[in-house]
């Protein structure tokens, strides 16, 4: 898994981040990015795509993540999705996380096949990079953790809408719930036509 971050490290690349989104495709709730730097000679076993690993291995990959490395993540919340649109808003969150980590990172590992729009630092993007690459995959567990918290304490606030299992995506629970209660606050406006 880390066989890309070794390649650019012997470019002579050394704070290399991985940058991933959780959150793009729900009806309710932010989209959350996280920038995850793990020095290359710090070896975490069990670090791969968040999709692949149970409530339980995930959080103890983020534990894991947040002693030896550093994290820091960023959000774009429903109104600024509406706003800006679902992508424009995922970049506004990559960019905050990034901003957050409190250093400038030499290069930019991101998920996907579209660099991040007005990064000043190099970047190199990598298709299903959560499944391929170490920085991404710590990235991608990061933002499922901290987006699955917050929507948590959504279903706390609107318990109608089962965030806790839902955690806002279009399930069937959750379509009736809109059908019976209608919108939340959290609800993505512009995503109405899904619903």
């Known amino acids: 898994?880390?066989?890309?971050?070794?390649?650019?490290?012997?470019?002579?690349?050394?704070?290399?981040?991985?940058?991933?989104?959780?959150?793009r495709g729900p009806l309710a709730g932010p989209v959350v990015?996280?920038?995850?730097?793990?020095?290359?000679?710090?070896?975490l076993p069990g670090i791969q795509d968040s999709k692949a690993l149970s409530a339980k291995r995930r959080l103890e990959a983020?534990?894991?993540?947040?002693?030896?490395?550093?994290?820091?993540?960023?959000?774009?919340?429903?109104?600024?999705?509406?706003?800006?649109?679902?992508?424009?808003?995922?970049?506004l969150a990559m960019h905050r996380a990034i901003r957050g980590l409190g250093f400038m990172p030499d290069i930019c590992l991101v998920d996907g096949n579209r660099p991040i729009p007005g990064l000043t630092v190099p970047q190199r993007t990598i298709v299903?990079?959560?499944?391929?690459c170490f920085s991404i995959a710590?990235?991608?567990?990061?933002?499922?953790?901290?987006?699955?918290?917050?929507?948590?304490?959504?279903?706390?606030l609107f318990p109608e809408y089962g965030f806790d299992r839902n955690k806002g995506y279009p399930t069937a629970e959750h379509r009736r719930a809109i059908s019976e209660y209608g919108l939340c606050p959290i609800h993505r406006l512009t995503f109405g036509r899904a619903v």
């Open 33 to 43: 990015a996280a920038a995850v730097y793990v020095p290359l000679d710090i070896d």
């Open 128 to 132: 299903g990079g959560d499944a391929k």
């Open 138 to 156: 710590a990235a991608s567990i990061v933002a499922k953790v901290i987006r699955d918290r917050f929507m948590e304490d959504y279903h706390r």
């Open 62 to 91: 983020f534990q894991q993540i947040l002693r030896h490395g550093q994290a820091a993540v960023g959000m774009a919340t429903s109104a600024e999705i509406d706003r800006l649109n679902i992508l424009n808003a995922t970049y």
């Open 1 to 23: 898994m880390r066989q890309i971050e070794r390649s650019l490290l012997q470019c002579g690349y050394s704070r290399i981040v991985g940058v991933d989104e959780v959150g």
